[in-house]
C-alpha cells in the first residue's frame, strides 16, 4: 500500500527549530554566524523608501519648463521641510511674486527642465528585524537576513490572529468554575496568558483593554473571531491584525485546551516565551505557532522528518473537519479498501479510536498526524 502523509500538528517538548528572519528589502545584517541571540536582538536592518512626490512647478508658475531652475529656491540633494518655500516667480517689477511651498518632509532628488517638474522623496522607513526566538544564528543571508536554531517546547495551534508577540507566560484560572472578568487584571499587562478553558469575546475585551500581549485558549466561537476581524474568515493568510495576538489550540466551539499541551505550558508558566497568530486558513501551510526556549543537550533532542508524518497504526490523530472537528484519537485500523462516504465518494479510510471510547470510520484526508513527545 502507498504511504498516506498528512497535515503534521506538533505538540513537542523537546524540538529543534529553524527560524528564518527576511527583511522585506536587502539591507544589512548585524549579527555574526554562530553569535548567540536573545529573542529581542535586532539581527537585521533596512530602509524602506520613502513616498514620492511629483510637482509640477513650472505649471504653477506659469513658466516655460526651461526657466524652472532660475525659480528654484532649492537644489537636487537639499533636505526641505513640509511648507519650506521651494520656488519662487520673478513678479511684476519684483512685485507679485507666486510662492510654491514643500507639501512634505524629504529630499529633492530631481529638478527636469524638460517637463517643468519636480520630486521629492519623503524620508526613508527604518525597519529592523528581531530574532523573535533566543538561540544561534545557523546561517547568514547576505543583505537578507539570517537563520536562528534553537530547541525547546514548541506547540502548533489549529488558528489564531495576530502576529508575532513576546512576553512571559502565565497561567489564568478560576478553581470554582470558569474564567471570570475580574480574572483579568492589569498584572497581565505585556504578558501572553494561558487559559485551559474556551475564551470567551468578553474575556478577550477584558484583555485587551488591560493590555496583554497575546491570549493562548482551548477553543473560540466562530463569530466572535469574525467580529475581531472585521469579516468573516476565510482562506486568506491571518497574522497581519493589529492588538493582541490569539492562538486556539483545539479549534472552534466551547472545547477546552487538550491535557497534554495544557500541562506543557503550565510547565513553562512565568517563562518569557514567543508567539505568532499567523495561519493559512485551511491550507496547513501556515500553523500559529507558540516557542518556549530550553537549554536542552544535543542528545536530549528529537528529529523529526517527513516519515514521522505517514499515517500508521497507533499515530495519534486529529479529525480537521466536521462533523467529528477536533476531536482526538489514534489510528486503530487502516482498510485497504476504498470506502464509499455519505458523499458518494470512494476514498481510503482509516478507524479511528476516541479518546472518550467510541470509534468512527474517517476519511484520511479529513485527519492529521500529532508529532508529540
Do not use: W
Not at 536587502?26 to 510637482?55: C, F, L, Y
Not at 476565510?234 to 486556539?248: K, P, S, Y
Not at 484519537?329 to 476516541?354: C, D, N, W, Y
Request: net charge negative; hydrophobic share 35%; with cysteine.
Amino acid at each position: 500500500m502507498s504511504k498516506s502523509f498528512t497535515p503534521g500538528l506538533k505538540v513537542l517538548k523537546k524540538y529543534i527549530i529553524l527560524k528564518d528572519r527576511i527583511l522585506p528589502v536587502r539591507g544589512k545584517v548585524i549579527t555574526e554566524i554562530n553569535s548567540v541571540v536573545s529573542s529581542d536582538d535586532i539581527v537585521a536592518s533596512t530602509n524602506i523608501p520613502g513616498n514620492v512626490k511629483m510637482i509640477n512647478i513650472a505649471n504653477k508658475l506659469n513658466i516655460e519648463p526651461s526657466y524652472l531652475k532660475q525659480c528654484m529656491l532649492v537644489e537636487v540633494g537639499d533636505n526641505v521641510t513640509e511648507n519650506q518655500v521651494i520656488a519662487q516667480s520673478k513678479g511684476l517689477f519684483g512685485l507679485f511674486k507666486i510662492e510654491i511651498k514643500s507639501p512634505v518632509i524629504g529630499e529633492i532628488t530631481q529638478i527636469s527642465e524638460i517637463t517643468g517638474q519636480i520630486v521629492i522623496s519623503e524620508p526613508p522607513d527604518p525597519i529592523e528585524i528581531d530574532a523573535y526566538i533566543p538561540g544561534k544564528i545557523n546561517k547568514v543571508y547576505k543583505q537578507e537576513g539570517v537563520q536562528i536554531r534553537s530547541a525547546g517546547t514548541y506547540i502548533q495551534g489549529i488558528i489564531g490572529i495576530g502576529g508575532e508577540k513576546k512576553g512571559q507566560l502565565k497561567v489564568v484560572s478560576n478553581s470554582s468554575g470558569p474564567i471570570k472578568l475580574e480574572d483579568i487584571s492589569s498584572d497581565y499587562k505585556n504578558c501572553i496568558i494561558v487559559m485551559e478553558s474556551f475564551l470567551e469575546y468578553e474575556i478577550y475585551q477584558k484583555a485587551k483593554e488591560v493590555g496583554v500581549s497575546g491570549i493562548i485558549a482551548g477553543g473560540f466561537n466562530y463569530e466572535s473571531l469574525s467580529e475581531i476581524l472585521g469579516y468573516p474568515l476565510g482562506v486568506a493568510i491571518t497574522g497581519t491584525e493589529t492588538g493582541l495576538t490569539i492562538i486556539i489550540t483545539e479549534g472552534f466551539g466551547n472545547v477546552k485546551m487538550s491535557q497534554k499541551t495544557y500541562d506543557l505550558l503550565l510547565d513553562n508558566k512565568d517563562k518569557y516565551i514567543s508567539i505568532n497568530g499567523s495561519t493559512q486558513i485551511r491550507a496547513g501551510v501556515l500553523r500559529p505557532e507558540i516557542f518556549i526556549h530550553d537549554d536542552l543537550n544535543q542528545d536530549e533532542l528529537i528529529k523529526y522528518n517527513q516519515e514521522d508524518l505517514v499515517i500508521d497504526i497507533n499515530s495519534k490523530v486529529r479529525i480537521i473537519r466536521e462533523p467529528y472537528f477536533g476531536k482526538l484519537g489514534k489510528i486503530i485500523s487502516l482498510p485497504h479498501e476504498l470506502q464509499k462516504m455519505k458523499s458518494g465518494t470512494l476514498t481510503r479510510v482509516a478507524e479511528i479510536l476516541f479518546d472518550d471510547g467510541s470509534s468512527e470510520i474517517i476519511p484520511r484526508t479529513n485527519l492529521e498526524v500529532i508529532l508529540s513527545d
